[in-house]
């Protein structure tokens, strides 16, 4: 993996490393324990991420704040010029029970958009990190570009068993006949990036910090990600938005974006 940005290797060890640590504390129960927040769990290994990751971005650059989805004060101020995004569980039902599709996740956010990003799954042993304009990796190999995949082709990617909701109309729709389960948001956009699958869609809340990340690296294969409207993601003021639309080709993002719009 080599270092194509100054806080690259760093920011990718860091992210690794927490992501052993979620990894060994899963045989604590205390760490697996937790409530729902409306649709969101929330456990105390979320915390424990958030200070570890928290503290090993702070010891690469001090100058550089965190955000957080664990920190609410941060969330409350102006978005600093330059800022650590970070996600320290993103699929924290599947981390607390038992399943694997949970990552662990940091953007650089520079202005309005990610620079540098960091995506490590743990159980799968696997770390996709992206440097804007100058491409995305898995385990330090470089991932192709995509190729194009018009709506239909290729795979659908979500959370459940089969297709549900939103997901099931859109596959039954463009007539899709792959289909594949996956877990954490952040999971299936690097899943579209690596060309396991080529559209994801969901309808439910999705925040920044779910997508900086993941983003960057389907961006740099070629990939598109838009909110659920077919707007982008532009990384200033509410951090919340209405869904996403993200695929491996860019026209099928937008046609199934304008399509749900109907």
């Known amino acids: 993996m080599s270092p194509q940005h100054a806080l690259f290797e760093a920011m990718a060890n860091a992210v690794v490393e927490v992501g052993?640590?979620?990894?060994?504390?899963?045989?604590?129960p205390t760490a697996r324990d937790g409530v729902w927040e409306g649709?969101?769990?929330?456990?105390?290994?979320?915390?424990?991420?958030?200070?570890?990751?928290?503290?090993r971005l702070t010891s690469i650059d001090a100058s550089i704040p965190v955000v957080s989805e664990e920190d609410p004060d941060s969330l409350t101020r102006e978005r600093p010029p330059r800022y650590w995004l970070i996600d320290p569980i993103d699929g924290t039902a599947s981390y607390a029970h038992g399943f694997a599709g949970y990552v662990t996740q940091a953007a650089l956010v520079v202005g309005e958009r990610p620079e540098v990003a960091a995506v490590f799954a743990p159980e799968r042993e696997t770390l996709y990190t992206a440097v804007r304009g100058r491409g995305a990796w898995r385990d330090g190999r470089a991932l192709p570009q995509q190729q194009?995949?018009?709506?239909?082709?290729?795979?659908?990617?979500?959370?459940?068993?089969?297709?549900?909701?939103?997901?099931?109309?859109?596959?039954?729709?463009?007539?899709?006949?792959?289909?594949?389960?996956?877990?954490?948001?952040?999971?299936?956009?690097?899943?579209?990036?690596?060309?396991?699958?080529?559209?994801?869609?969901?309808?439910?809340?999705?925040?920044?910090?779910?997508?900086?990340?993941?983003?960057?690296?389907?961006?740099?294969?070629?990939?598109?990600?838009?909110?659920?409207?077919?707007?982008?993601?532009?990384?200033?003021?509410?951090?919340?938005?209405?869904?996403?639309?993200?695929?491996?080709?860019?026209?099928?993002?937008?046609?199934?974006?304008?399509?749900?719009?109907?």
């Not at 052993?20 to 045989?27: C, E, K, P, T, V």
């Not at 649709?39 to 503290?55: G, N, T, V, Y």
């Not at 109309?169 to 956009?189: A, N, R, T």
């Open 148 to 262: 194009p995949a018009p709506p239909g082709q290729g795979a659908l990617t979500d959370n459940t068993p089969a297709p549900s909701g939103i997901a099931r109309s859109v596959y039954d729709h463009f007539g899709y006949d792959g289909y594949l389960e996956s877990g954490s948001i952040s999971l299936k956009l690097c899943r579209i990036a690596e060309g396991d699958a080529q559209l994801f869609v969901k309808d439910v809340p999705v925040r920044d910090w779910d997508v900086a990340a993941p983003g960057l690296v389907l961006a740099e294969t070629g990939g598109l990600l838009t909110r659920l409207d077919g707007s982008g993601f532009t990384y200033q003021g509410a951090f919340e938005h209405t869904g996403l639309v993200g695929a491996a080709d860019p026209s099928t993002c937008r046609t199934v974006s304008r399509w749900l719009a109907l």
């Open 20 to 28: 052993g640590l979620l990894r060994a504390w899963r045989s604590d």
């Open 39 to 55: 649709s969101q769990f929330k456990a105390e290994a979320d915390a424990r991420a958030h200070r570890a990751l928290s503290r």
